[in-house]
């Protein structure tokens, strides 16, 4: 590429990046490039001079760079030069207070980062590690001063240099706006005359290259010692790696980032454990039994009109299944209303909203099947989301039986609400392969139980009639339908019931929480009645909506003094 530019004024490519982050090899990359010069930290000078740290090679850069910020901005970085662009490798530490804005301003900038697994090991080689010398922080706070500045940049991952360079630099370059070299791939070994004079000091095993390296397949062992650094350091990386657009997994994925269903609930803030995070942060311990056995109780909570709908009901059955399971150290009913009320709160969730309320038998001290190993107390989880009723309760749904048959009281008493659903999940698949809403379950002797996510109702010559609660979850949602169906007047009738006299129905629904009160308008290819949703239907979904909007526990919310 050419590279004349008559000394006009430069544009300014600026990358951030922290320490030992393969930030001298993208500076090779791009010194590479006929359209290119590169500086080497520019910044370096007045980050000692302001800060006063010592290095080893402190006296050099002290005696020959530019220290004072504002010239070294103005003059060095901005000033004019004979080539269309100027890279500029920072550390992001050496961005200090006193600058002049348009080093943020002005420009094209992105940000490199790397694994502190695989950037600590090093560090201690010259400078003594710490978090502030990692500089992850200020490389986080670069990415929000620039993002608020209306301009995000990009951010790569050294990974992904090292496993892809050529794709990984095509991308940087079309974020950028600027043409892709080949040259960039490829440089000579040995120190470069753009090298800073800390060069010696850091730069032995990047002199030793010709291009980005491979890493190693197999890391070596992490220095314990620095397990505390890094646990500090690794939430910062996560962060900055979500603005990945290309990443290089352990586990490659190759599904895009998928759509949010309702998009608010992109942003949102659960309770774990006794504390309240973002949604991204809100995350269970490997150590925890929900995750290495199922071994958790759960309710779902429905909010309407600054009201949770039976949230007393809830909490008698979640504490029920939790005694059901011998969990130990659970905590009090006070402690879970207030944090159900405190996660509403924070999200300014009041209506139209639903809770998932889950509450796990809790951390292990080792992995292992016996509750021996539960030591830490209970873990409550509270996730909230905007979410209206799941199903079409206008125009009503469609049901397939499936094979799956429903837990027995012998096996896994479904009375006791807990989260190892496997049972349900194999018979959702069966609904989802007819394109069907949801899955009817038998029982062993082949009466119908419920279906996968809800209870089932029918109607049949003005007759209600609900199976017994022997192999299904007797829902709190069943019973309130049950309650109205009785102060309707009409005949409510708890039994056995076949496949068949569903398949006759005059009308059938569905009860649940997350989808309250639910038409069903066929099943098994057979249509309920006329196909439409039913007078008696209709009815029972007046009456419950009307309940929800008289009944309820207040949420207190906050008062400004």
Same mark, same amino acid.
């Given at each position: 590429?050419? !590279?004349?530019?008559?000394?006009?004024? =430069?544009?300014?490519?600026?990358?951030?990046?922290?320490?030992?982050? &393969?930030?001298?090899?993208?500076?090779?990359?791009?010194?590479?490039?006929?359209?290119?010069?590169?500086?080497?930290?520019?910044?370096?000078?007045?980050?000692?001079?302001?800060?006063?740290?010592?290095?080893?090679?402190?006296?050099?850069?002290?005696?020959?760079?530019?220290?004072?910020?504002?010239?070294?901005?103005?003059?060095?970085?901005?000033? @004019?030069?004979?080539?269309?662009?100027?890279?500029?490798?920072?550390?992001?530490?050496?961005?200090?207070? !006193?600058?002049?804005?348009?080093?943020? #301003?002005?420009?094209?900038?992105?940000?490199?980062?790397?694994? @502190?697994?695989?950037?600590?090991?090093?560090?201690?080689?010259?400078?003594?590690?710490?978090?502030?010398?990692?500089?992850?922080?200020?490389?986080?706070?670069?990415?929000?001063?620039?993002?608020?500045?209306?301009?995000?940049?990009?951010?790569?991952?050294?990974?992904?240099?090292?496993?892809?360079?050529?794709?990984?630099?095509?991308?940087?370059?079309?974020?950028?706006?600027?043409?892709?070299?080949?040259?960039?791939?490829?440089?000579? *070994?040995?120190?470069?005359?753009?090298?800073?004079?800390?060069?010696?000091?850091?730069?032995?095993?990047?002199?030793?290259?010709?291009?980005?390296?491979?890493?190693?397949?197999?890391?070596? %062992?992490?220095?314990?010692?620095?397990?505390?650094?890094?646990?500090?350091?690794?939430?910062?990386?996560?962060? &900055?790696?979500?603005?990945?657009?290309?990443?290089? &997994?352990?586990?490659?994925?190759?599904?895009? %980032?998928?759509?949010?269903?309702?998009?608010?609930?992109?942003?949102?803030? *659960?309770?774990?454990?006794?504390?309240? &995070?973002?949604?991204?942060?809100?995350?269970?311990?490997?150590?925890?039994?929900?995750?290495?056995?199922?071994?958790?109780?759960?309710?779902?909570?429905? =909010?309407?009109?600054?009201?949770?709908?039976?949230?007393?009901?809830?909490?008698?059955?979640?504490?029920?299944?939790?005694?059901?399971?011998?969990?130990?150290?659970?905590?009090?009913?006070?402690?879970?209303?207030?944090?159900?009320?405190?996660?509403?709160?924070?999200? !300014?969730?009041?209506?139209?909203?639903?809770?998932?309320?889950?509450?796990?038998?809790?951390?292990?001290?080792?992995?292992?099947?016996?509750?021996?190993?539960?030591?830490?107390?209970?873990?409550?989880?509270?996730?909230?989301?905007? #979410?209206?009723?799941?199903?079409?309760?206008?125009?009503?749904?469609?049901?397939?039986?499936?094979?799956?048959?429903?837990?027995?009281?012998?096996?896994?008493?479904?009375?006791?609400?807990?989260?190892?659903?496997?049972?349900?999940?194999?018979?959702?698949?069966?609904?989802?392969?007819?394109?069907?809403?949801?899955? =009817?379950?038998?029982?062993?002797?082949?009466?119908?139980?419920?279906?996968?996510?809800?209870?089932?109702?029918?109607?049949? #010559?003005?007759?209600?009639?609900? %199976?017994?609660?022997?192999?299904?979850? @007797?829902?709190?949602?069943?019973?309130?339908?049950?309650?109205?169906?009785?102060?309707?007047?009409?005949?409510?009738?708890?039994?056995?019931?076949?496949?068949?006299?569903?398949?006759? *129905?005059?009308?059938?629904?569905?009860?649940?929480?997350?989808?309250?009160?639910?038409?069903?308008?066929? =099943?098994?290819?057979?249509?309920?009645?006329?196909? #439409?949703?039913?007078?008696?239907?209709?009815?029972?979904?007046?009456?419950?909506?009307?309940?929800?909007?008289?009944? !309820?526990?207040?949420?207190?919310?906050?008062?400004?003094?």
């Amino acid at each position: 590429m050419g !590279g004349g530019n008559n000394n006009a004024e =430069i544009e300014v490519i600026h990358s951030w990046s922290a320490p030992r982050s &393969l930030s001298t090899s993208l500076m090779y990359s791009f010194a590479q490039r006929g359209d290119t010069e590169a500086l080497d930290e520019p910044l370096y000078g007045n980050y000692l001079k302001v800060t006063g740290v010592d290095r080893p090679y402190g006296e050099d850069i002290r005696v020959k760079m530019e220290s004072d910020g504002n010239k070294v901005v103005n003059e060095v970085i901005f000033g @004019p030069g004979e080539k269309k662009y100027r890279y500029c490798k920072h550390i992001s530490k050496q961005r200090l207070p !006193g600058l002049p804005m348009d080093l943020m #301003k002005k420009g094209k900038h992105f940000l490199l980062i790397r694994n @502190p697994l695989d950037t600590l090991p090093s560090f201690d080689k010259v400078v003594p590690s710490s978090i502030l010398e990692l500089g992850l922080t200020e490389l986080v706070s670069i990415y929000s001063d620039l993002s608020q500045l209306g301009k995000p940049p990009p951010v790569i991952d050294a990974a992904d240099l090292q496993q892809d360079p050529e794709g990984t630099l095509r991308g940087l370059c079309e974020d950028l706006d600027i043409p892709f070299d080949d040259a960039m791939l490829r440089w000579e *070994a040995g120190p470069k005359p753009i090298d800073g004079f800390w060069a010696p000091w850091w730069y032995k095993s990047v002199h030793q290259s010709t291009g980005f390296k491979q890493a190693r397949k197999y890391p070596q %062992p992490f220095p314990l010692f620095m397990y505390d650094l890094l646990e500090q350091s690794l939430p910062l990386y996560n962060m &900055l790696r979500r603005h990945v657009k290309r990443t290089s &997994l352990l586990l490659k994925s190759p599904l895009p %980032p998928p759509d949010i269903p309702i998009p608010a609930n992109e942003k949102l803030l *659960a309770w774990v454990g006794d504390e309240i &995070l973002p949604r991204e942060s809100a995350k269970v311990s490997v150590f925890d039994s929900v995750i290495q056995g199922g071994d958790s109780v759960w309710e779902g909570l429905r =909010i309407y009109n600054r009201k949770v709908f039976k949230l007393d009901e809830h909490l008698d059955r979640l504490f029920d299944s939790a005694k059901a399971l011998a969990f130990r150290n659970v905590p009090t009913r006070e402690e879970v209303k207030e944090a159900i009320f405190k996660t509403l709160n924070r999200n !300014g969730m009041f209506d139209n909203s639903h809770i998932r309320l889950s509450l796990t038998r809790g951390k292990k001290v080792t992995s292992g099947m016996s509750p021996a190993f539960n030591l830490y107390g209970c873990t409550l989880i509270v996730l909230p989301e905007w #979410k209206p009723p799941v199903y079409d309760n206008t125009h009503g749904i469609t049901l397939v039986t499936a094979t799956t048959r429903r837990n027995s009281p012998n096996n896994l008493d479904s009375k006791i609400h807990h989260n190892n659903l496997l049972n349900n999940i194999l018979a959702k698949i069966e609904g989802n392969n007819a394109n069907a809403d949801d899955a =009817i379950m038998l029982d062993k002797d082949g009466y119908v139980s419920e279906t996968n996510a809800t209870n089932i109702f029918l109607v049949k #010559k003005g007759r209600v009639l609900t %199976p017994h609660a022997d192999y299904c979850l @007797p829902g709190i949602t069943r019973a309130t339908v049950m309650d109205l169906v009785v102060k309707e007047n009409l005949i409510l009738e708890e039994r056995n019931i076949s496949l068949s006299e569903f398949h006759t *129905a005059d009308e059938v629904w569905t009860t649940g929480t997350m989808g309250e009160l639910s038409p069903v308008v066929k =099943i098994d290819g057979r249509e309920v009645g006329n196909g #439409k949703v039913g007078p008696i239907t209709q009815r029972l979904q007046n009456s419950y909506k009307k309940l929800t909007e008289e009944s !309820g526990v207040p949420i207190p919310s906050y008062v400004a003094n």
